[in-house]
């Protein structure tokens, strides 16, 4: 299916600023600064301010910050919907904005007409004070907990309320984006403000060509009300199932995302978790699921399956997917070598939605947005019957390269309803060795080896339109075996700040102590006694 095209026009994003503002708006550092980020996605960037004059807090300051005119005050603007994002920024104080009425209805106006808003530690004061936070998933300055759940929000707090060292990554709700620690995810938040402008840019052009949709304007409820917030709250309630795979000689992974998922999902602990076999399995390890109330699941491989390696994981996502439609809402598939270390909320779909993913660590045989698809997979779009053009860019995990859609097949929250891994195995099965898609194997080796990826990308884009897939943030599905290659900005500072890992096999377990391996991020101390109980990875 085709979608429609977007406006070659930069994004915009408006930045509101107050006095004492913080040194990671545009401090030289080895990390871009915020603005520095920004701009670096081509954006058009702009300030505003209730005064139209902000100055530094101290710290920043003491490094040579200056006191700036902002590009407009507050008041001065009229049409918000000519931006793609508004974003709060850090400081020490925000008292100009939390007092400016025509800052706090900017806010609203903002909200109201769906761009993405984000925030900044003490800054999310401003959106609980708009009236923006209600029933959404948030997080900021531990101090004004009390504003942000008079609010109306669902906050994630930490424990460490000086140190800040278990504060969470950023929180994104839709297209609400809040974070802690302004330095130390620094590179993580504006990577997730990135994607909900550049949702914000689709999902509003979209609206504006559907019929009706200025009468629909025309009626839009009070602040903090809005429909499109109300499902929010009904979808907390939807019942999430984990799946995922083993095969003989993998049941330790099997073991250890387990037990991750019941001591560190947090709401979601308590989930269903379904793993899929097509083999019988260490009897041990099976004792040893059933004590995590895991339940395991035959699944068989369908006749005539072409040879190609990972022939067998469409069938066993087909498989969990159908055990679960009609009795859960959501479904969230993982590679077995993965271990979830946070609340992964972000599988809490918005209902909109019907798939969440994260693009592919590396561009290897994706297909370069920019340039026409080559035969491979002109090929497989023909056969799955997926328009090239509904092919939306991404950017893979850690060479960053800007590819047509191609999500990792080895972590998706889906829609069990929507089917999409069912036709993703019928397609596969069906059509991977079809004359087409199989002359185009030889001229290189690895597509043989991605087929599975790049028929679930067709499929996708075959079955859904761009306004039903939600990419997930930096921290879900980061890759540890490549970590020494991600960039310095956006590479975890430490494993616990990570969603959910995936370590691509037992030499990149994180905390095998005295075995060689991959660089990994440091291990605080209570996360290293958690892995060195987890069986028989941990050895050397």
């Given at each position: 299916?085709?979608?429609?095209?977007?406006?070659?026009?930069?994004?915009?994003?408006?930045?509101?600023?107050?006095?004492?503002?913080?040194?990671?708006?545009?401090?030289?550092?080895?990390a871009?600064?915020?603005v520095?980020?920004?701009?670096s996605?081509?954006?058009?960037?702009?300030?505003?301010s209730?005064?139209?004059?902000?100055?530094?807090?101290?710290?920043?300051?003491?490094?040579?910050?200056?006191?700036?005119?902002?590009?407009?005050?507050?008041?001065?603007?009229?049409?918000?919907?000519?931006?793609?994002?508004?974003?709060?920024?850090?400081?020490?104080?925000?008292?100009?904005?939390?007092?400016?009425?025509?800052a706090?209805?900017?806010?609203?106006?903002?909200?109201?007409?769906?761009?993405?808003?984000?925030?900044f530690?003490r800054?999310?004061?401003?959106?609980?004070?708009?009236?923006?936070?209600?029933?959404?998933?948030?997080?900021?300055?531990?101090?004004?907990?009390?504003?942000?759940?008079?609010?109306?929000?669902?906050?994630?707090?930490?424990?460490?309320?000086?140190?800040?060292?278990?504060?969470p990554?950023?929180?994104?709700?839709?297209?609400?984006?809040?974070s802690m620690?302004?330095?130390?995810?620094?590179?993580?938040?504006?990577d997730?403000?990135?994607?909900a402008?550049?949702?914000?840019r689709?999902?509003?052009?979209?609206?504006?060509?559907?019929?009706?949709?200025?009468?629909?304007?025309?009626?839009?409820?009070?602040?903090?009300r809005?429909?499109?917030?109300?499902?929010q709250?009904?979808?907390?309630?939807?019942?999430?199932?984990?799946?995922?795979?083993?095969?003989?000689?993998?049941?330790?992974?099997?073991?250890?995302l387990?037990?991750?998922?019941?001591?560190?999902?947090?709401?979601?602990?308590?989930?269903?978790?379904?793993?899929?076999?097509?083999?019988?399995?260490?009897?041990?390890?099976?004792?040893?699921?059933?004590?995590?109330?895991?339940?395991?699941?035959?699944?068989?491989?369908?006749?005539?399956?072409?040879e190609?390696?990972?022939?067998?994981?469409?069938?066993?996502?087909?498989?969990?997917?159908?055990?679960?439609?009609?009795?859960?809402?959501?479904?969230?598939?993982m590679?077995?070598?993965?271990?979830?270390?946070?609340e992964?909320?972000?599988?809490?779909?918005?209902?909109?939605?019907?798939?969440?993913?994260?693009?592919?660590?590396?561009?290897?045989?994706?297909?370069?947005?920019?340039?026409?698809?080559?035969d491979?997979?002109?090929?497989?779009?023909q056969?799955?019957?997926?328009?090239?053009?509904?092919?939306?860019?991404?950017?893979?995990?850690?060479?960053?390269?800007?590819l047509?859609?191609?999500?990792?097949?080895?972590?998706?929250?889906?829609r069990p309803?929507?089917?999409i891994?069912?036709?993703?195995?019928?397609?596969?099965?069906?059509?991977?060795?079809a004359?087409?898609v199989?002359?185009?194997y030889?001229?290189?080796g690895?597509?043989?080896?991605?087929?599975?990826?790049?028929?679930?990308?067709?499929?996708?884009?075959?079955?859904?339109?761009?306004?039903?897939?939600?990419?997930?943030?930096f921290?879900y599905?980061?890759?540890?075996?490549?970590?020494?290659?991600?960039?310095?900005?956006?590479?975890?500072?430490?494993?616990?700040?990570?969603?959910?890992?995936?370590?691509?096999?037992?030499?990149a377990?994180?905390?095998?102590?005295?075995?060689?391996?991959?660089?990994?991020?440091?291990?605080?101390?209570?996360?290293?006694?958690?892995?060195?109980?987890?069986p028989r990875?941990?050895?050397?």
């Amino acid at each position: 299916m085709s979608e429609m095209p977007l406006s070659d026009l930069p994004l915009r994003v408006l930045v509101l600023a107050d006095d004492r503002y913080g040194a990671n708006w545009n401090i030289e550092s080895a990390a871009p600064s915020i603005v520095g980020a920004l701009s670096s996605f081509g954006w058009k960037v702009e300030t505003a301010s209730a005064s139209g004059t902000v100055a530094p807090c101290a710290w920043a300051a003491s490094r040579g910050l200056k006191p700036f005119a902002t590009d407009r005050r507050v008041s001065e603007i009229g049409d918000v919907a000519a931006y793609d994002a508004l974003v709060v920024l850090p400081g020490q104080g925000h008292e100009k904005l939390l007092s400016s009425v025509a800052a706090l209805e900017l806010v609203r106006r903002a909200d109201r007409a769906g761009l993405a808003i984000a925030a900044f530690c003490r800054g999310v004061r401003v959106l609980a004070r708009a009236g923006i936070l209600r029933d959404r998933r948030m997080t900021g300055h531990a101090d004004y907990e009390d504003e942000y759940r008079a609010a109306g929000a669902i906050y994630i707090g930490y424990e460490d309320k000086k140190g800040k060292s278990d504060a969470p990554p950023p929180v994104v709700d839709d297209n609400l984006v809040t974070s802690m620690r302004s330095d130390y995810f620094r590179g993580w938040t504006c990577d997730a403000i990135r994607l909900a402008a550049e949702r914000s840019r689709f999902s509003r052009a979209l609206r504006a060509a559907e019929p009706m949709a200025t009468a629909r304007a025309e009626h839009a409820p009070e602040p903090g009300r809005k429909p499109r917030h109300e499902p929010q709250i009904e979808r907390r309630g939807e019942t999430l199932v984990f799946a995922f795979p083993i095969e003989r000689g993998e049941e330790e992974f099997g073991l250890a995302l387990a037990r991750s998922i019941r001591d560190f999902a947090g709401s979601l602990s308590r989930s269903r978790i379904l793993v899929l076999s097509r083999a019988a399995v260490d009897s041990e390890a099976l004792a040893g699921l059933a004590a995590l109330g895991a339940e395991t699941l035959a699944y068989d491989i369908p006749a005539g399956l072409p040879e190609l390696p990972f022939s067998w994981l469409p069938a066993a996502a087909a498989r969990a997917e159908a055990e679960v439609e009609g009795r859960a809402g959501l479904l969230a598939w993982m590679a077995p070598d993965s271990l979830v270390l946070r609340e992964p909320s972000e599988f809490l779909l918005p209902p909109e939605a019907a798939l969440g993913f994260r693009p592919v660590h590396h561009a290897l045989i994706g297909s370069r947005a920019g340039s026409p698809p080559d035969d491979y997979w002109s090929a497989i779009y023909q056969a799955c019957g997926a328009d090239p053009a509904s092919a939306f860019a991404v950017v893979s995990t850690v060479d960053r390269s800007v590819l047509r859609f191609y999500p990792n097949a080895g972590h998706l929250a889906v829609r069990p309803r929507a089917g999409i891994l069912r036709a993703w195995a019928e397609n596969f099965g069906c059509l991977s060795s079809a004359p087409s898609v199989a002359a185009t194997y030889p001229r290189d080796g690895r597509r043989p080896v991605f087929s599975h990826q790049a028929f679930l990308a067709a499929t996708i884009l075959s079955r859904l339109p761009r306004s039903a897939l939600r990419e997930l943030s930096f921290a879900y599905n980061y890759p540890l075996h490549l970590h020494s290659a991600c960039p310095a900005h956006l590479a975890p500072r430490a494993l616990e700040d990570l969603t959910v890992a995936r370590y691509d096999g037992r030499a990149a377990f994180p905390g095998r102590a005295g075995a060689s391996g991959p660089e990994l991020p440091p291990i605080g101390p209570a996360l290293s006694e958690w892995l060195r109980d987890v069986p028989r990875i941990t050895s050397p």
